[in-house]
């Protein structure tokens, strides 16, 4: 069975800082795995996605991901935080049927 | 376009109306889903729909019954909630492929009084 693990339900950084939002995930088969993000009052929007291939993965709004096999990791970063990016940050895996398992989520704040 | 769209944005209902939300999408996508989103909790998975089919129950209670009229279309009838089923209800749609991203709509916010 898949899992998934967001380490750090709330994370605070200052404006133009470095941005690390932790994943990692249990999978018995090779996982196609999502960040999303959602703002308040709104659904949740694709930042950006691995299945197969390069293991840095590169999203919307300046947002990167790198697969870590080894890690079983996930982890989403953006060099310089901007204050439109606080949000709450969902990683999500699934092997297939149907199903994207999420993470409990992670809530960013961002001071000025 | 990756757009999926729902209506209404917000619904209040008594616990004895009847009422159906409803979802679009144009990008040709064969599967579709309901989640329910609790505030501060990730979305739980209700239904999917593959090929118009339901293929996915997750132990959803009957109050709750979905509809698939075509590829694009997907509804959620509501009947006799409990206030503890207000919610944001999203939907989402994806490509064929197992696998494939799946898209979300901006969800309908439900208060059931």
């Known amino acids: 069975a898949q899992s998934v693990t967001q380490l750090g339900s709330h994370v605070s950084v200052s404006e133009g800082a470095l941005v690390l939002l932790r994943c990692n995930y249990s999978?018995?088969?090779?996982?196609?795995l999502f960040w999303y993000v959602q703002y308040p009052n709104q659904g949740l929007q694709l930042l950006l996605k691995y299945t197969t291939g390069a293991t840095l993965v590169k999203g919307i709004n300046g947002f990167e991901a790198e697969f870590k096999k080894s890690e079983t990791s996930f982890h989403l970063t953006k060099p310089s935080a901007h204050m439109s990016d606080a949000a709450e940050y969902f990683c999500a895996v699934t092997t297939g049927g149907g199903k994207l398992i999420f993470g409990q989520g992670t809530e960013l704040s961002v001071k000025p | 376009d990756t757009e999926v769209t729902q209506t209404p944005k917000h619904l209040v209902m008594g616990m004895t109306n009847k009422k159906s939300l409803k979802c679009e999408q144009h990008m040709g996508h064969r599967a579709m889903y309901w989640y329910k989103q609790k505030a501060k909790k990730p979305p739980e998975l209700m239904f999917v729909y593959s090929y118009e089919k339901l293929s996915i129950n997750e132990s959803v209670p009957s109050r709750f019954s979905p509809e698939c009229p075509n590829s694009s279309l997907l509804n959620l009838h509501l009947h006799a909630l409990q206030p503890e089923d207000s919610a944001l209800y999203l939907c989402?749609?994806?490509?064929?492929?197992?696998?494939?991203?799946?898209?979300f709509g901006p969800g309908t916010r439900l208060l059931v009084l």
């Open positions: 999978s018995s088969v090779p996982p196609y």
């Open positions: 989402a749609s994806s490509g064929p492929a197992s696998q494939e991203t799946q898209y």
